[in-house]
């Protein structure tokens, strides 16, 4: 039986053989803590992307992360899994909603590695992290980029590991579980769509 400690390590180079023995066996509490903290950083990056730090304070910015954070990874466990599993078996895939949630916890493992680093940053820069604003000194902007450049690279990878992860689950191919990602984002996002167009057409006609 793999450990955590082991599954952590080795989801950064053996993706599919890590989720072949997780799906055997995984721990439960290692995936909610996984999709909890994962949550976390998920909140604090789009923080980040969307420049939060030009609207509101450093302390809301990150006590929205520490109260959203792990709710919206919850949400996502229970709801992501059971919608891939569905469109899945549209392409072919094999995989129930259980194993996928094994996947998708453990795809949290690199993205939370990563957002460790997090931690220094924001003592280093501040609300600097959170601005549309490079911050003022030339060495902390250099800081700054090269920080983010070692961070894509890595999310890059990340994404990788998470359709490997995705594949084993549903013994698909990385290309097809990106397949299988699209078309439930679609199935996900229709009903959205389709109430938002609801609503201006009667706008509209008011």
Do not use: H
């Not at 053989?17 to 903290?37: D, G, H, K, N």
């Not at 490079?134 to 090269?146: N, Y």
């Not at 699209?182 to 167009?197: E, G, R, S, T």
């Amino acid at each position: 039986m793999i450990t955590t400690r082991q599954a952590m390590l080795s989801m950064w180079t053996k993706p599919r053989a890590t989720i072949a023995q997780l799906c055997e066996a995984s721990s439960p509490r290692a995936m909610m803590t996984l999709v909890m903290l994962g949550g976390v950083v998920s909140v604090l990056d789009k923080a980040v992307t969307k420049s939060a730090g030009d609207k509101v304070s450093l302390s809301i910015i990150l006590a929205a992360a520490l109260a959203v954070g792990p709710i919206s990874g919850l949400v996502g466990f229970y709801i992501g899994p059971w919608v891939l599993a569905k469109t899945g078996k549209w392409i072919g895939g094999n995989g129930d909603r259980l194993r996928l949630r094994v996947a998708w916890a453990w795809s949290n493992a690199i993205p939370l590695t990563i957002g460790l680093m997090y931690i220094p940053e924001i003592l280093f820069f501040g609300i600097d992290l959170f601005t549309s604003s490079p911050p003022t000194s030339p060495t902390a902007q250099s800081v700054m980029l090269g920080l983010g450049i070692f961070e894509f690279l890595l999310g890059c990878w990340a994404f990788v590991v998470t359709l490997k992860a995705f594949g084993e689950a549903q013994g698909f191919s990385a290309w097809k579980a990106l397949l299988n990602m699209v078309i439930a984002f679609m199935v996900a996002v229709l009903p959205i769509l389709l109430v938002v167009a609801g609503i201006a057409i009667f706008t509209i006609r008011g």
